[in-house]
């Protein structure tokens, strides 16, 4: 298993960027068309991206605004990240320039680390264009699914 690691300055207020991450409807407007999370332990997480593949698992830890942690994976049985088999741990820092963000997820193996390394940099990059106010648009990943360890290993 390998760790991804992801740091972003964000030009935003920590608070704002910690309701981005924490609220229905702030993370349709850059992370996914649907998205439903019950801010509390044990809570559901779950969002759909527009080409229709599904995140699910728990909240396990909210700090506001200063950190969120959660279960992760996906309901694509072929992906083979099961619902809630890995966790994402989100860190924000206030700074001169705004906030500092800081994502670990663990428990991922090889090339599946890759890919949602890939992943989060580019939904990290949507958040910090939502984060400024800004529109990040519609998402380029719309016709592309997340790719399965048997694809990855073809590549």
């Known amino acids: 298993m390998r760790l991804v690691v992801k740091e972003i300055v964000i030009d935003a207020p920590v ?10 409807l702030m993370l349709v407007r850059w992370l996914a ?5 019950d801010p509390r332990s044990g809570g559901v997480v779950r969002w759909r991206h527009a080409n229709g593949d599904v995140c699910s698992g728990q909240v396990v830890e909210l700090i506001p605004p200063r950190r969120v942690v959660f279960t992760y994976g996906w309901e694509r049985v072929d992906v083979q990240v099961p619902p809630g088999s890995t966790t994402v741990e989100i860190d924000l820092v206030a700074t001169p320039a705004g906030t500092r963000l800081r994502l670990v997820h663990h428990g991922l193996a090889g090339p599946m680390a890759d890919a949602h390394a890939g992943g989060w940099a580019h939904y990290l990059s949507r958040l910090a264009i939502a984060a400024s106010g800004a529109d990040p648009g519609p998402d380029p990943f719309v016709n592309q699914r997340v790719p399965t360890p048997d694809e990855l290993a073809r590549r």
């Open 15 to 24: 608070a704002l960027v910690y309701d981005l991450l924490t609220s229905p």
């Open 33 to 37: 068309d649907d998205a439903d999370i």
